[in-house]
T-cell receptor, first 111, second 116 residues
């Protein structure tokens, strides 16, 4: 099992719709989680940090389910500019708090 | 300059060349990182410097040699690379020293390296 696993997508989303996708992680001792956004041929940019059960920032909501070892990202009222690859990142205590990146979920918002 | 900067942005080199990648962070952070991103693969951590000391070397071949002269600058020296080393090399920095859970990392724009 991969340490951090994501559905690569793409998720094709009509503009204005809601989309949600999950990220599963294998290390139950993981303590913090991050969602990054990466546009094509650009660097990852921090979207959200999750240290407890979840976080919300405008149209973006992250939910953490420790029992099932997954974290989700929900995007409401999708904009064309939300089209990107979303990287799930897990900070594993057992791994010396090293960040482990998932392969990313590609989201395409269409008019 | 703000954030994390990297130079050069693009680099083409032969297998016998020696080149260096430079990263500078203007955020007052305490830790800096080198990552490799190959096509269709997750980011791979290469090196970590925390408070100017190397704390992680993720089994990276010796043809990659990092240098951290101070908390704001990080270099990656390259020599006798292979074509499979072609990738996007990303530098990142974080406020907290590496090894804490509050490890929000901020990335530079990367150097796209092509090895011929």
């Amino acid at each position: 099992r991969k340490e951090v696993e994501q559905d690569p997508g793409p998720f094709n989303v009509p503009e204005g719709a809601t989309v949600a996708f999950n990220c599963t992680y294998s290390n139950s001792a993981s303590q913090s989680f991050f969602w990054y956004r990466q546009d094509c041929r650009k660097e990852p940019k921090l979207l959200m940090s999750v240290y407890s059960s979840g976080n919300e920032d405008g149209r973006f909501t992250a939910q953490l389910n420790r029992a099932s070892q997954y974290i989700s990202l929900l995007i409401r009222d999708s904009k064309l500019s939300d089209s990107a690859t979303y990287l799930c990142v897990v900070n594993g205590k057992a791994a010396g708090n090293k960040l482990t990146f998932g392969g990313g979920t590609r989201v395409l918002v269409k008019p | 300059e703000t954030g994390v900067t990297q130079t050069p942005r693009h680099l083409v080199m032969g297998m016998t060349n020696k080149k260096s990648l430079k990263c500078e962070q203007h955020l007052g952070h305490n830790a800096m990182y080198w990552y490799k991103q190959s096509a269709k693969k997750p980011l791979e951590l290469m090196f970590v410097y925390s408070l100017e000391e190397r704390v992680e070397n993720n089994s990276v071949p010796s043809r990659f040699s990092p240098e951290c002269p101070n908390s704001s600058h990080l270099f990656l020296h390259l020599h006798t690379l292979q074509p499979e080393d072609s990738a996007l090399y990303l530098c990142a920095s974080s406020q907290d020293p590496a090894g804490t859970i509050y490890n929000e990392q901020f990335f530079g724009p990367g150097t796209r390296l092509t090895v011929l």
